[in-house]
């Protein structure tokens, strides 16, 4: 089995980085463990031309194909993030919308390999459990749209 931990925020070496090799480090007595930065992808925002909606593809072709590849090879997926403005860092949200070819709320979308679990982890500076709330809904609602099932969320 193949675990992909994604760390969601623009930076390599901070605190999420810091989560992700916690995770990693767990993990990787199990399961084989890749870790990947967003930082290290570099993709357009997507242009809401909803070509995807009749074509199940972006008209842009870039470094989101890599991304969703690695998120096909594997069987668990953990998006770790942190809270910026009280909402996923602008790179991880400029990825989720550029996902939509594979969201499945129209027909036809692509798909990733069925049987996927998902898990969302939340960091912030604040106290309040609310706001890593919001940042692991965003998480499951983008897990649920691609038929990624949601195991467990952790904020921290
Ligand atoms: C642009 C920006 C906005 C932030 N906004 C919030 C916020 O709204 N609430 C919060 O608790 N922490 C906020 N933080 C703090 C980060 O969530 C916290 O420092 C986190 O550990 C950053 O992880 P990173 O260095 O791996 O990106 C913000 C940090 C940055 C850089």
Known sequence: MQALIINCSPVKTGATALIVSVISACLKQKYETRAICIADYA???????RSCHSTAQ???HDDVDKIMAEMDDSDIIVAVSPSYWADVPGQFKAFIDRCTPWCNTHEPHASLRPGKRGYAVALRTGPSMRECERIIQTIQHFFGHLEIETCASLGL
């Open 43 to 49: 993709f357009q925002f997507c242009r809401g031309c």
């Open 58 to 60: 972006c008209v842009q």
